[in-house]
């Protein structure tokens, strides 16, 4: 059996996978703000993090994914008073429309979905353990802190030390923390805010902060101490350290064992955000592409890699996902179980198992591509969609997505169905100086030989380097 391997962000390097419970696995991803619509950073996200539990199941793990709802927060509340509406119906309206956000892109629903507001008892009783514990005050406005230099060990996800924090860090200017470090926990109501959302609690009248909201999440449906906690590389810090030093503080036992983030989507080299202005949101870019050109345009990059958004890297994964299609098309497929012991499923679940390498993965489904290309074998189409399903790509059937095309607006419509986009040469190219490396010569020759046979030819430089281009 392949041990799965996972980049764990708190140790800074790949490990072996090793559940709490054998055969079990616990997920708990940072959920979206519901106060607009969802844009293609919250996009990669949801596709990122289906994908890996997709992966875990057709490994044959039991999966409890849970993916969160943030509905109370600042820029919700501001919203929903400038709308003039409640903020149920602002919230209820913005979750409605990610989830068909979701369900376009193909992302199946997580097994829980907690909203923030149905769990404040849970947060009430770790910042009561917190205070008990010495790592909580009631500042004089009334809100109650987190002491982060009576934690031990805060700054062991991000890498930032105490110092470099004061430092370096901008931080919220606040007279009645301790340390401008601090963070709030639970957030005093005002007076002069008759119609603020509030809930009683033994500190008086508030709302909880940010960062608590995912500690009692998760440590109520999964447990103090889970597998694997992920979400977006600009919540590493501060909310991700923060939620180690609130559970762990509470607690005093460790709260994840791996943490997984997932890279930006970048705009002429800045992350996409709403607080930048520089975002696209899902349903705009829906209106250009098929929602299965989106998913595989987000799988066709490493997960913690950045994604340089663009129509043009979106009609090439257009272009490429097509190519997919092409080679199915008109060939039967039955229904038979995929045959993992075969030698592309045997290196596509070694590239899975390597830290999620899809761009690998899907390499191989274009060689598998190929291969349906010349023999037309029903046996190697059951083979492309089998794989393909364990990321959740070519969901459709060939015909169905190809009558989805624009052909006036495909820029692939010209190109031979055997022909690679530059993004799968170079991704083959990698893998095969990766087994060079490895003096794996026979795979080498191997992925030398599937390029040839779609017509790019490889010229190897002194020093290591490859060149290469198409006969």
């Not at 059996?1 to 072996?16: C, D, G, H, V």
């Not at 062991?156 to 606040?174: F, I, M, P």
Request: charged share 25%; with cysteine; proline share 4%.
């Amino acid at each position: 059996m392949i041990i799965q391997k996972i980049y764990n962000t708190l140790a800074r390097e790949k490990q072996a996978f090793i559940p709490l419970v054998p055969g079990n696995v616990s997920i708990y991803v940072c959920g979206m703000t519901v106060y607009d619509y969802c844009h293609m950073g919250h996009a990669r996200v949801m596709v990122v993090f289906d994908m890996v539990q997709r992966w875990l199941r057709a490994s044959g793990y039991d999966v409890t994914y849970v993916r969160n709802i943030t509905d109370i927060d600042d820029k919700i509340i501001k919203r929903a008073l400038e709308n003039g509406e409640t903020i149920a119906q602002l919230t209820n309206r913005f979750i409605q429309a990610m989830d068909e956000d979701a369900v376009a892109l193909g992302v199946q629903k997580p097994d829980h979905e907690p909203r923030a507001t149905q769990y404040v008892p849970q947060m009430l009783g770790i910042i009561e353990k917190l205070e008990m514990n010495g790592l909580a005050y009631r500042a004089p406005d009334g809100d109650v802190n987190f002491s982060v230099r009576d934690f031990v060990g805060y700054g062991k996800l991000s890498g930032k030390s105490l110092d470099d924090l004061r430092a370096g860090e901008r931080v919220e200017l606040n007279v009645g923390k301790r340390d401008p470090l601090d963070f709030v926990l639970w957030k005093a109501s005002k007076e002069f805010e008759p119609d603020e959302v509030k809930w009683d609690s033994r500190w008086g009248q508030g709302r909880p902060g940010w960062h608590i909201e995912c500690s009692a999440m998760a440590e109520q449906i999964l447990g103090e101490h889970f597998d694997i906690h992920g979400g977006g590389q600009d919540l590493q810090f501060p909310h991700h350290e923060n939620e180690i030093a609130q559970s762990e503080g509470a607690h005093r036992h460790q709260f994840v064992n791996y943490w997984m983030h997932n890279g930006f989507v970048r705009i002429d080299n800045q992350k996409m955000s709403k607080s930048l202005g520089n975002f696209f949101t899902i349903r705009e870019v829906l209106k250009k592409y098929d929602p299965e050109v989106i998913r595989f345009f987000i799988l066709r990059a490493h997960y913690r890699s950045p994604l340089n958004y663009s129509d043009l890297h979106l009609d090439d994964a257009k272009g490429a996902l097509t190519r997919l299609y092409t080679a199915l098309k008109g060939i039967a497929c039955d229904q038979l179980p995929l045959d993992w012991h075969e030698p592309h499923a045997i290196r596509f679940s070694e590239a899975m198992t390597d830290d999620f390498n899809t761009p690998l993965a899907i390499a191989i489904l274009f060689e598998l591509a190929n291969e349906l290309n010349r023999t037309k074998e029903p046996m190697v189409a059951r083979q492309l969609r089998g794989l393909s399903s364990t990321i959740g790509l070519l969901q459709s059937a060939a015909d169905d997505f190809l009558k989805r095309r624009n052909p006036a607006n495909d820029v692939a419509q010209d190109l031979d169905a055997t022909s690679l986009s530059e993004d799968e040469i170079e991704s083959m190219i990698s893998a095969r100086a990766a087994a060079k490396k490895s003096k794996n010569f026979t795979e080498a020759d191997r992925l030398r030989a599937a390029l040839l046979n779609s017509k790019i030819v490889l010229e190897d430089k002194v020093g290591g380097a490859t060149d290469w281009r198409r006969s």
